[in-house]
């Protein structure tokens, strides 16, 4: 292996839909996937949505001689679906399982089964570390009436959380995956606001896929035109985002994405389009003694603090709907409890009045019984998993309160050192005396 | 708040051993704590199995004054368990959830239930950045017949990759807690060769506790003989761990540990007993290019190398047994639906030869069907279980074979640059060019 910096890094994504034995064609799709990395031979591929561990061992062995180095990110009972293929050596991995991702009754929406994380793998690219993330958040079903955002928003939280924790050492930063959100929604502004990645498709000089960059679209025969109603021309869901540090620079050249239709093949790779960025890299020679800290204007902060805060009410909505929620399984369990009483009490009345007759035919009473025990049961576990919910909420809006004290502090820092920025919004009060900014 | 870098800071740790209704004099004990650090006011205290919320918030309000800034990691049913209070700033707080932690079947362990993590604050000691780590690890029950070994081998694994990808961007980096292990356990030795960290007890200049550091002790009313035999002077399980970097020296100048009973009161703070370390700081004055990476020699690299492959087969030996537990889960579960079907076929006998007398006695029937019900949904989730199990220590092991490859690769590095290491071991045969360390 060649030890010189790479001047370019090519950087591929792509969710898969591999659902075995419920996807359409997915053996075949896995076959046309393959045949598409061994010709284009990128070098960082990142993939979702790859249920099974044979697929992946399929890839893997179809592309030993492209990409030596891969990680198939294990976790819960299916697995992330994550992996990551590369011709550069994959020096650590580590992965970081989202708090929150749906419910397990609203089986046929299946996210909550599938152990949603955040996988990343430290990769050498010549001297330079890269930092490389592949990630897959929660589905949006119903944009009107979205009943995971709160979820999502933690998920995208979380996600802005681990990687600008992990990725002090880096000298680049590339994250490719489905977020399952459109390029402002309130998540996807988080993540790039606090982290300072880039988006590649905004950033490119050269572009050539479907127009707006669009990865959902309505020439794609595996999407119905519900899934993407009313943006009939399609929706943008899927990212390459990337960012540099003081070490190193990182810029899009050109991206790509594939079309909906593959030539000489009756349908496409998979549901969504796979992107591709081909991204330009620069060491810097001038090494700083700290590792670049975004954001670093105190208008930047305060667009951080807007944001931080619009996520924290929709993370508090969403607190407030899991607590109505648990209030409304206790008392459901408490009737079923009532009932069975009532039942027993019933039953029992033979017993005290010797001569009385049982006034339950048995298959009632067995039936009703049986009955109870199903609320009882149900209830019950929607109430443990209702509390799970509302601890993952509230640990989220605690980590984002404790934040926007933190970005107050040092707004207040700028303030302090730039007379300019002193009309700045006042901090929330947490504490009275103002202090040097940490950077 | 002053801005001037501090030149000490005492961190304390304790284990409060705070299990509502069942723990001994809890909410006494608690107030003994809070009377205890309002007195000896630590710069930063790090607290374990606070698993009440309210006795956190006890705890925050009697603290207010002298510890402005805590948090409390929330996760799971019923929590982490932990806690920090400091006096310096909080501005970032993450939890990273241990992917195995005990059986639920062994109720009466309990560990399980707890949702173990570790918890990271990021800190403000004057101008440096402090990674403050707070963890409690799976409980060891039995020395000589460890069931858990691998669970907690893989806790540590995950610890210290927590620990090491999140502390690039600190210039200290400081862990407490109760870690169940030994000095020179496995996942102990894992914990400190890879990241670093150095022992307080091992570095102090000054020590006042009890013999040998040890934070079990028989001295202790709360504490049985049982569980700490042999080790009849008591075991050492609680750790405060720390490291400076390129930007800061940190040492331990003092460290005591409470010694079983406490002036004045009939009963000692917990069943553990707390530490305080007295870390000596000082901010190195000349800047380098990159955070300082651990291990940094090719006898550290090959020491190394060693304790991971130790660990990597104490992960194998657990996935051996969770694989055989796995398979007699199915196995059960297929006998269960066997006798099912069983019973079923005997009882339609009457129906095919309708002259014939029902075989069952109403109540035998119901009964056995509702026995193997029973087979079938144990049988069931434990299989679920399993497979969990499975998917993370197969998880840990990959990411530990791809660790051992890793460091292969640096040994090659340092065998080429530096001619007498040449005849350190040879690498795994993953692939044959040597290249330059990373470092």
């Known amino acids: 292996m060649d030890n010189t910096d790479p001047d370019a890094v090519r950087v591929f994504s792509l969710n898969c839909w591999g659902i075995r034995y419920l996807s359409k064609y997915c053996s075949q799709r896995y076959h046309m996937i393959g045949e598409l990395l061994c010709k284009e031979k990128p070098d960082i591929v990142l993939l979702q949505e790859v249920w099974s561990e044979k697929d992946y061992l399929f890839l893997k062995k179809k592309l030993s001689c492209t990409h030596p180095y891969t990680h198939y990110f294990k976790s819960g009972v299916i697995g992330s679906g994550l992996a990551i293929f590369s011709k550069h050596r994959i020096h650590d991995t580590l992965l970081h399982r989202y708090s929150l991702n749906g419910y397990p009754y609203m ?38 009436k979205d009943s995971y955002l709160a979820h999502r928003v933690v998920q995208a939280w979380e996600l802005q959380q681990f990687i600008r924790h992990t990725s002090a050492g880096a000298d680049v930063v590339i994250l490719g995956g489905d977020l399952n959100m459109h390029p402002q929604d309130l998540g996807n502004r988080l993540l790039r606001s606090y982290t300072g990645l880039r988006d590649a498709y905004a950033e490119t000089a050269k572009f050539d896929g479907c127009e707006g960059g669009v990865t ?69 020679q001038t090494g700083n003694d700290k590792p670049c800290k975004t954001p670093d204007s105190a208008g930047n902060l305060a667009e951080l603090v807007d944001i931080v805060t619009e996520a924290r009410t929709e993370v508090k909505v969403g607190l407030h709907c899991a607590e109505r ?44 019984a049986a009955l109870c025990f199903a609320i009882l049961l149900t209830t019950f576990l929607l109430y443990i998993f209702y509390t799970i919910e509302i601890k993952s909420l509230q640990g989220a809006e605690d980590q984002m309160r404790l934040a926007v004290g933190s970005l107050h502090e040092k707004l207040r820092g700028f303030a302090a050192t730039q007379p300019h920025c002193a009309s700045m919004e006042p901090p929330e009060g947490q504490e009275p005396p103002a202090r040097d900014p940490e950077e």
Chains 1, 2 share one sequence.
């Open 107 to 144: 089986a046929h929406h299946g996210d909550w089964f599938g152990g949603k994380a955040v996988g990343m793998a430290v990769l050498s690219l010549g001297s330079l570390t890269a930092n490389v993330y592949v990630t897959h958040l929660h589905a949006e079903y119903n944009r009107e």
């Open 216 to 284: 959902l679209i309505a020439d794609n025969p595996f999407i119905s035109q519900k899934e993407i109603f009313p943006f009939e021309k399609g929706i943008r869901i899927d990212y390459i985002l990337f960012k540099g540090s003081s070490r190193a620079e990182i810029g899009c050249d050109s991206m790509s994405t594939t079309k909906g239709s593959v030539a000489d093949s009756p349908f496409p790779f998979s549901d969504h389009e796979a992107l591709t960025a081909e991204l330009k890299l620069n060491s810097a």
């Open 325 to 368: 929620m648990r209030y409304t399984a206790a008392r459901t369990g408490v009737m079923g409890l009532a009932l069975l009483f009532l039942e027993l009490a019933i039953a029992a009345v033979p017993w005290f009045a010797l001569g009385a007759e049982q006034p339950f035919p048995q298959t009632s009473f067995y039936l009703l």
